[in-house]
């Protein structure tokens, strides 16, 4: 199990939260999405087959791509 913090500049309101939670939950491996808007951080743990690449790559598909 791998957990990761993004900071994601564009989060800037719930509905951000709830997309950012709900898209890259669909990835498989992924096993939580904890996004905030207080501190515009998204916390993911994650197992094989996912990849930080790959959930990457999600967060700027949805135009929230990650800072770090
Ligand atoms: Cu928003």
Redesign the pocket.
Same mark, same amino acid.
């Given at each position: 199990m791998t957990t990761v913090t993004y900071s994601i500049p564009n989060?800037? =309101?719930?509905? =951000?939260?709830h997309?950012i939670q709900s898209e890259v939950a669909e990835l498989a491996g992924v096993q939580t999405v904890v996004a905030s808007l207080d501190t515009k951080q998204a916390t993911i743990t994650f197992d094989a087959p996912a990849t930080e690449e790959q959930i990457k790559a999600v967060l700027a598909s949805i135009n929230y791509p990650a800072a770090n």
């Open positions: 989060i800037s =309101c719930g509905h =951000c939260v997309t």
